[in-house]
């Protein structure tokens, strides 16, 4: 295997990484104030096209990036009158935003299929880091928005957990009663966090369209919002296992296209012959086995799931 | 990492936000006498309000709504031909959603229906290539028990985890959709491709005796398998002790327990039912309608199912209504591409019907009372903050997971 393709896959690792893990950060903001939201791949897909269209019109790709993420929280703001403000079903509600965000995305997108993207984002090295052998190429010659993922992961943990925002936004997601009773807004929190987390996935589907695959098709998305949802719990909804989980799910989606290219033996495994198809499954078996050994866990610690989760508050009932 | 420490909570409120001491806000309060068959108006709600944001995106994506929905009812409701092309949509959907039902009416969300029907298809199409020299009807009958088989296999897992170890089947059942999925993907390129097509890979047809008879039109006879499912469940929920322990298990799990239910048993027999019913789902679409296992074979079948079971209230004749109106949409939403319209204004429908009937049903159940805060300038006492006034006050207790009713 030579030099250039180990640092190929690296440099996708990071991509895909990023990509996962703009989605999975605001699933988790989500998470932490007590919303699961399983619209994550209609988000995506909502973001993918609009800031597709957006960067077409404008020739600019900033703007569909900035477009994306608004119309991601646009969408996740469906998610927040319905299952916050009205308190319905978080479940049936979050699968609405995906199987509505994936056809609408597919309604409007009909003629953005042929359109080639000319204004999409290029590779920025960073001067003086991107000369280093190895981390140089894969850590410093990447596309803005992977320099802006590792900022705003640092930032989502700050907030989380060095601020009273942060500190109200996981009360809310361990006990919406015990917040209220102390005089924050349950409302007002949990839609915000379903509003940021809306963005963060309307962004990641906007670096889909406007970098990874340079174009909008039906089907982009294909079950990387899942693997946002998944990488929540792998990271144990926290920021920094997060980032972790994410470069790990990563290497899995950059290895399926090249898996069958590497000329490699592993302890006498032919590398070539694993099916990509098949390492595709990684990340969701890989999840379920660490919620079963959070519950293992469990019996002398305290889960890392937001106690709350899934739970409907409205003050006047019990 | 070990949690920061902080001040404590009643410290944080000096920093928080004060936009609800100075905006009137709405507060839903729990209506004491609900209109009868709530939940029928709700859904007939969500439709009007869904062909009324429809009708808006085609008028503004430059089409005639009223051309468009014209042609939806007519190809899906106008006559024999119509309704059977119909009733063939909504048969998978009415199995899929009586399979989600079966867990919901113990509370449970198996939302891995779609993996279960994939999987269900997969052993069915994996037993016709080994057993492909049996006659036709000793065939099917098999390929629907292996069906089953399938469903049970991809859900025995997370039933197994929920049920001994507390793991919420929502993410399980979740996860392996997806790993079901790639595990056809793989299928398809590998151990199962059909040696004689050349150009492109896909799995080898099935054997032609194993398609399901036609009844009428276009339906075969997994409409009646679908028809005789929900009976029985209706039956078997709303006549047998064994329902009545399954809905006590789910609505109220210390009464159930103390009545010596075992709570595991019925957890695991719910999802394991739930998962098999998915799996024959999946075994019934595949022999009645394709030629062979593909990895779109169940196109969202499972998922819409969820849908159709949340707005039955996991009632079995809910579950019959609901995937017939889902049946038409979906055929209306394929007969208007020869108009030049996507298929995709049926998936944007369905999701509209299940978000205006969520709607529509806590605005039935609840009444939505306009409360002016404490402090506001037009009140002339009240220091602090305190309960809405005529509210109640906060309760201490952690909310109720099916407050909505949905």
């Known amino acids: 295997m030579s030099e250039d393709a180990v640092i190929g896959l690296l440099v996708a690792t990071v991509q895909f990484a990023t990509l996962v893990y703009l989605a999975g950060l605001g699933e988790l903001i989500a998470e932490r104030s007590g919303v699961l939201n399983l619209g994550v791949e209609g988000m995506m897909a909502m973001g993918a096209v609009t800031g597709f269209m957006a960067a077409i019109a404008t020739g600019r790709p900033w703007i569909g990036f900035a477009v994306a993420a608004l119309v991601g929280m646009a969408t996740a703001g469906v998610h927040a009158l319905v299952s916050v403000i009205m308190g319905a079903g978080q479940v049936v509600s979050g699968l609405a935003i995906t199987i509505g965000g994936l056809g609408f995305a597919a309604f409007i997108g009909q003629d953005a299929v042929r359109e080639r993207a000319d204004a999409v984002f290029t590779d920025q090295s960073i001067v003086g880091l991107s000369d280093i052998p190895w981390a140089g190429p894969i850590l410093f010659d990447q596309p803005p928005v992977v320099y802006l993922a590792g900022i705003l992961g640092i930032a989502a943990w700050f907030v989380l957990t060095r601020t009273r925002l942060g500190l109200a936004l996981r009360a809310v997601g361990e006990s919406a009663s015990t917040t209220d009773s102390v005089g924050h807004s349950v409302t007002m929190l949990r839609s915000s966090a379903v509003l940021v987390g809306g963005a963060f996935a309307g962004a990641a589907g906007a670096f889909l369209s406007l970098y990874m695959a340079a174009g909008w098709t039906e089907g982009l998305i294909a079950g990387r919002g899942w693997i946002a949802v998944a990488l929540v719990i792998f990271g144990a909804w926290r920021p920094g296992r997060l980032a972790a989980g994410s470069l790990l799910f990563g290497f899995t989606l950059a290895l399926q296209p090249r898996v069958q290219t590497f000329d490699l033996s592993i302890f006498g495994l032919e590398v070539n012959t694993i099916s990509p198809a098949l390492l595709g499954i990684l990340p969701f078996l890989l999840t379920v086995v660490v919620l079963i050994a959070i519950s293992f866990r469990a019996r002398h610690r305290p889960s890392p799931a937001p106690a709350a989760l899934t739970l409907p508050y409205r003050r006047e009932e019990r | ?406």
């Not at chain 2, 009812?73 to 024999?80: P, V, Y």
């Not at chain 2, 006879?221 to 298990?249: D, H, K, N, P, Q």
């Open chain 2, 1 to 406: 990492m070990t949690e920061p420490t902080h001040a404590p909570l009643h410290t944080v409120a000096r920093g928080r936000a004060r936009w609800h001491r100075i905006i009137v806000r709405p507060v839903l309060q729990r209506r004491a006498r609900v209109a009868p068959a709530a939940q029928a108006i709700a859904f007939v709600i969500g439709i009007v309000l869904a062909l009324i944001a429809g009708a808006m995106l085609l008028w503004g994506s430059g089409n005639d709504p009223a051309t468009v929905y014209q042609r939806m009812a007519e190809s899906s409701l106008g006559g024999f031909d119509a309704l059977s092309r119909t009733l063939l949509r909504a048969t998978p959907l009415a199995i899929a959603g009586l399979a989600v039902a079966v867990a919901g009416s113990m509370g449970l969300w198996n939302i891995g229906a779609e993996g279960q029907m994939m999987a269900g298809a997969t052993v069915a199409a994996g037993f016709a290539m080994v057993a492909g020299d049996l006659p036709g009807p000793v065939l099917i009958v098999l390929m629907l028990v292996a069906g089953a088989v399938g469903g049970v296999v991809l859900v025995v897992g997370p039933a197994l985890a929920r049920a001994y170890l507390g793991v919420s089947e929502i993410i399980t059942t979740l996860m392996l959709v997806e790993v079901a999925i790639r595990i056809v993907e793989w299928l398809k390129v590998g151990p199962w491709k059909d040696p004689e097509s050349f150009g492109f890979a896909q799995i080898s047809p099935l054997p032609d005796q194993a398609s399901l008879p036609g009844l009428f039109g276009q339906v075969h006879i997994g409409v009646l398998f679908a028809a005789a499912l929900l009976l029985a469940f209706w039956l078997a929920v709303s006549r047998t002790a064994w329902g009545y322990e399954l809905r006590m298990a789910g609505s109220s799990p210390a009464t159930a327990r103390y009545a010596g239910i075992s709570l595991q048993r019925k957890v695991l027999t719910a999802l394991l039912l739930s998962g098999g019913l998915a799996g024959l789902a999946g075994a019934i679409e595949l022999t009645g309608t394709a030629t062979r296992l593909e990895p779109g074979l169940s196109s969202g079948y499972g998922f819409a199912g969820i849908i159709v079971a949340a707005l039955a209230l996991m009632r079995p004749s809910g579950v019959a209504v609901v995937a017939f109106v889902f049946g038409a949409v979906l055929r209306g939403g394929q007969s208007i591409q020869t108009l030049g319209v996507t298929s995709s204004i049926a998936t944007i429908l369905q999701a509209m019907i299940l978000i205006g009937a969520l709607v529509a049903a806590v605005l039935l159940n609840y009444r939505v009372r306009w409360v002016r805060p404490v402090g506001h300038p037009s009140e002339k006492s009240a220091p602090q903050a305190g309960p809405a006034p005529g509210g109640a006050p906060p309760s201490e207790g952690s909310s109720h997971p099916e407050a909505s009713g949905v």
